[in-house]
């Protein structure tokens, strides 16, 4: 088993750092003579899954590795329980105030924009955005001209005119 062992953590290490490799956890044998060796899975955002390595000796030669994977194990994929809105709230905003106190702030930490907020469109330049656009609406009279027929019926109307 020790060389199953090694040779299954030699192949996980080549595919993920051996980092996020966690305790060893069982080994299978199915009736073909495969064996299956599960470990933990230490991987950030993965909890409760698990990395395999199948390998298979033929014939009393060396083993071979056949598939390496991350699996869910069971209870992984179940979501927590829900949380209702205004506690995460709460608790993000208590989470805030000791940060504050502790004076965890970074220097490259960015103010939050309030939208009341009394340069709010200024900081994004959007008062010179909306002092263009009016510019603009202006300047283009020459589409004034286009608005020559008169009548309802859309039997000779074949000129299409777009108004920017």
């Known amino acids: 088993m020790d060389a199953e062992l090694t040779l299954a953590l030699s192949a996980l290490h080549e595919i993920t750092p051996a ?18 060796l599960t470990f933990h899975s230490t991987m950030a955002g993965y909890p409760g899954w698990v990395w395999t390595v199948a390998i298979a000796s033929v014939d009393a030669g060396a ?30 905003k208590e989470a805030a105030r000791l940060a504050r106190e502790a004076g ?29 656009a009016d510019d ?8 004034d001209d286009d608005d020559d ?5 859309d039997e000779d109307d074949d000129d299409v005119s777009v108004r920017v």
């Open 136 to 143: 603009d609406d202006d300047e283009d009279e020459s589409d």
């Open 149 to 153: 027929d008169e009548d309802e019926s």
């Open 19 to 36: 980092t996020t490799v966690g305790a060893f956890r069982d080994r299978v044998v199915a009736d073909d003579g495969v064996v299956t």
């Open 63 to 92: 083993p071979t590795v056949l598939e390496l994977e991350l699996l869910p194990d069971d209870g992984s994929l179940l979501a927590p329980d829900w949380v209702p809105w205004s506690q995460r709230l709460a608790e993000y």
């Open 104 to 132: 965890e702030l970074m220097d490259d930490d960015e103010p939050v924009i309030v939208p009341d907020d009394e340069d709010f469109d200024g900081d994004l330049g959007l008062a010179a955005l909306d002092e263009d």
